[in-house]
């Protein structure tokens, strides 16, 4: 049985041992040097009476102690951020090398000779508007809705055929420098490429982005609502004109638009395109149709006074006659960009005579006369809310009315069918 001063021992060993280490504390360094350098040293109480619990503790203290060595792990390479392309007051920051310098020479040239730049946009829908086109000019960063300066359009111009001012197809952007059109057409292209990686094509493609996905700073989701210019599963051609300009361009540039159409007489804010399919209608028939239509439903089509919009006939010019119209180089694409736009009315004029022509052989001339869209009618309207409610309701509608004698005409063929568009 263990004394009360053997209970007070604890694993360390006997209070003989501790009075023992302290005398040799105080010996110095002498005394512990002479201590190491002695024999073993005795076992104390506790590691007699419990050699195994004495044995275990200092095993586990002994891997305690042990020091394991670290693996040399090499820190791996850090990624490359990816660079985004921010706005800034200044354009584009994050444009690569060649890029930026050609941004700088622009900046730089137009600060000597600020001139119009022109960008040409093909194979566009012809039922596009200015604002599908402004919507794709660089905001700001801190306030929405704010436009940046650089890349604002001062006029977009639908490209037409001026013998039948029908839609080619492509669209011409005014800008006031080279680098707002630089700076556009970088953004433009950004945009439509993030579309086009974003829009679901197939039942089997991932789900469109989210409201306020962001990838490279900016909203996919936005992106993808407000571009309308062509469908994601095209080509994006938009491509600068090369300064000097066509004499055409250089007009369509002045005056801000087809001189012929722009500057006429009579010309009203808002215009629209007639043609029908079709039995072809006078201008007087055109007006009384859409009189009686206007009183019937009590709305005035010309968004004024008078119920009936302003109707004009389109008569493309005639007498110009290039001398080099039936040349070989007519034919060559510089012949056709040193044309100006009277030379175009008139080889566009040609071809529709021509293809009158060779359609006339299959048909009877009474039958051509009938139904040769060959009647241009250029409608005149006060607002633009009036001209869009006039191509809502009339565009391929019959163009016949209740107590409008124009339903059938001689020979008892189908009413007309009215082709509307914005001029």
Request: aromatic content about 6%; glycine content about 6%.
């Amino acid at each position: 049985m263990l004394t009360g001063r053997s209970r007070g021992i604890g694993r360390k060993g006997s209070p003989w041992r501790t009075s023992a280490r302290t005398e040799r504390g105080r010996a110095g360094k002498g005394g512990r040097n002479e201590d190491q350098n002695g024999g073993a040293q005795k076992p104390s109480l506790m590691e007699q009476l419990f050699p195994e619990e004495t044995r275990r503790y200092e095993e586990a203290r002994r891997h305690a102690a042990r020091e394991i060595p670290r693996l040399p792990l090499d820190t791996p390479p850090s990624a490359p951020e990816r660079e985004e392309m921010t706005l800034s007051p200044h354009g584009l920051d994050g444009l690569p090398r060649a890029a930026r310098r050609l941004q700088d020479k622009f900046r730089q040239d137009d600060a000597i000779s600020p001139e119009i730049t022109v960008l040409v946009m093909r194979n566009a829908s012809p039922n596009l508007v200015e604002e599908d086109f402004r919507r794709l000019i660089p905001q700001g960063r801190h306030m929405e809705g704010w436009t940046l300066e650089q890349g604002d359009i001062l006029k977009v111009i639908a490209g037409r055929n001026l013998a039948t001012l029908a839609h080619a197809g492509y669209y011409y952007l005014l800008f006031s420098s080279r680098l707002s059109a630089f700076i556009y057409q970088a953004h433009a292209t950004r945009i439509f490429r993030l579309v086009s990686a974003h829009t679901p094509a197939s039942l089997a493609s991932p789900i469109p982005p989210p409201p306020g996905y962001m990838v490279d700073g900016m909203d996919a989701n936005a992106a993808i609502e407000s571009f309308a210019l062509i469908p994601a599963s095209q080509n994006l051609e938009l491509r600068q004109l090369n300064s000097p300009l066509s004499p055409m361009m250089e007009s369509l540039v002045k005056h801000r638009g087809y001189a012929s159409i722009v500057k006429r007489e009579g010309k009203s804010p808002y215009e629209a395109r007639l043609v029908l399919d079709g039995p072809q209608l006078s201008a007087n028939t055109v007006r009384h149709v859409l009189h009686t239509s206007g009183k019937d439903m009590a709305v005035s089509w010309s968004g004024g006074q008078e119920i009936a919009p302003m109707i004009s006939k389109w008569v493309p010019r005639t007498k110009v006659h290039p001398a080099d119209r039936d040349s070989p180089q007519a034919t060559t694409l510089a012949a056709a960009n040193a044309r100006t736009e009277e030379e175009q009315m008139q080889r566009d004029y040609d071809r529709l005579q021509s293809s009158d022509f060779a359609t006339s052989k299959q048909s009877s001339s009474s039958e051509m006369a009938r139904r040769t869209p060959r009647l241009v009618y250029i409608l005149g309207f006060k607002t633009e809310a009036s001209l869009r409610s006039f191509i809502a309701f009339w565009h391929r509608r019959e163009m016949t009315w209740r107590g409008a004698d124009s339903g059938k005409d001689v020979e008892g063929d189908l009413p007309p069918v009215a082709n509307v568009e914005m001029l």
